[in-house]
């Protein structure tokens, strides 16, 4: 198991807009770090016992958030592990807060051109799924959480090669333990 004392703090975070490739990222990170994974989104269905998209039809946005923001901080506290926050998680104040206090933060960059075709036939991205211009949400949404994702401890561009994607991200968190 990687000692995550080396870089003085308790987990690594994976954060980015949807369809970055957080979840994939941060499966295969903790794999190779030998850490538990947690997924934000994952951890809310399983706790909710809904989808969501099924939180965000019946409940509405603001009640999904409210359900975030526990979620996240109950995952943000714990140690060895490695967890991929939702989206739009990063707009919250204590959310950023627990980042910045226990992990050690990795931004996946995505040009949204790449991201608008990795959404286009998704079904699950309820802020996706209007009738609006999905590249026009997308630019909105970057512009409102960039400030935030671009104070990440890494930034690292996943637009092509997950496997260098991967290898970028161990070898600065290496670099920690010389």
């Known amino acids: 198991m990687f000692d995550l004392t080396n870089i003085k703090k308790k987990n690594i975070c994976i954060m980015g807009l949807m369809g970055c490739g957080k979840s994939i990222v941060g499966k295969d990170l903790s794999k190779d770090l030998n850490l538990k994974f947690y997924d934000s989104d994952k951890e809310i269905e399983l706790k909710t016992k809904k989808s969501i998209g099924t939180i965000f039809k019946e409940d509405g946005e603001l009640y999904f958030r ?13 140690s060895n592990c490695v967890i991929s926050l939702g989206g739009g998680s990063i707009i919250n104040k204590k959310i950023r807060k627990a980042i910045k206090q226990n992990s050690y933060s990795i931004y996946l960059q995505v040009k949204l051109n790449n991201l608008e075709n990795r959404l286009k036939s998704s079904k699950k991205r309820p802020l996706l799924n209007t009738n609006l211009n999905n590249r026009e949400i997308l630019k909105k949404l970057y512009d409102k959480r960039r400030i935030f994702y671009e104070k990440a401890d890494f930034i690292v561009n996943n637009d092509d090669n997950k496997i260098q994607v991967l290898e970028k991200i161990k070898s600065k968190i290496y670099s920690y333990a010389k």
């Not at 409210?66 to 714990?78: M, Q, S, Y």
């Open 66 to 78: 409210e359900i975030e923001e526990k979620i996240c901080i109950e995952l943000l506290i714990n």
